[in-house]
């Protein structure tokens, strides 16, 4: 994995590690003028009630969902990518748990999931892991959700064709069903992102 800084004017903008597929030669070649990528994620607002056995649950500030948000990265088309990291100053990729269930003043919270230095150029699409551990409402015992099978731990949207611009920000913003994606087996729930995640829009600015 190389290890890219990029500069202007004598003063570091950022670090990103770009993800390679031959030594150092993906094709996303580093930027001494890299523009932002950044990757949001909340839950739909309509999405709000669970049955649970025979009672209907629904959202409250105090619930929470534990989901881990991974491996994140854009490609530029002939299996070319760059990877995607948490923050602005990330020096690796890792992942990282948000409560997708989180509330403020009655309403989902969106997420900044991913926020990264890219080379600039046309893009045409974007891929991230999810994975649900855990349920908790306020007043029943916490719920064990189980992950994904390893292949239906990433979900992918193709045939975007965004581009980035040096110095601007392209943001993706994503919605997801938390709720309606939770099916019951047995003791457990078990979680399918696969049919219950959307692209909301792609903007710069």
């Given amino acids: ?8 004017n004598g003063m570091r903008l950022g670090m990103c590690m770009v993800a390679l597929l031959w030594g150092c030669t993906t094709g996303v070649e580093p930027s001494s003028h890299p523009g932002i990528v ?7 607002p309509a999405d709000t009630s669970i049955v649970i056995i025979v009672d209907t ?25 760059a990877t995607l990291y948490p923050a602005i ?43 649900a551990t855990s349920l908790k409402f306020h007043y029943q015992p916490p719920i064990t959700v189980e992950p994904p099978q390893d292949s ?4 992918a949207f193709r045939g975007l064709n965004f581009a980035v611009s040096e110095g601007s920000t392209t943001e993706i913003a994503l919605q997801v069903d938390p709720l309606k994606a939770l099916t019951r087996f047995r003791d457990v729930y078990r979680m399918d992102f696969q049919h219950y995640v959307r692209l909301l829009g792609v903007r710069n600015y």
Avoid: K
Wanted: aromatic content about 12%; glycine content about 6%; some cysteine.
């Fill in 1 to 8: 994995m190389c290890r890219t800084l990029w500069f202007r």
């Fill in 38 to 44: 950044r990757v949001t994620l909340e839950a739909n």
């Fill in 57 to 81: 649950i629904v959202v409250s500030d105090q619930d929470s969902m534990d989901l881990t948000v991974f491996q994140g990265r854009v490609t530029a088309g002939d299996g070319r990518f």
């Fill in 89 to 131: 100053d990330s020096y690796r990729q890792e992942d990282r748990v948000y409560n997708i269930l989180r509330r403020l003043n009655g309403n989902y919270v969106r997420h900044v999931v991913f926020e990264s230095y890219i080379p600039p150029g046309s893009y045409d699409a974007v891929q991230l892991g999810l994975s």
């Fill in 152 to 155: 239906l731990r990433f979900v």
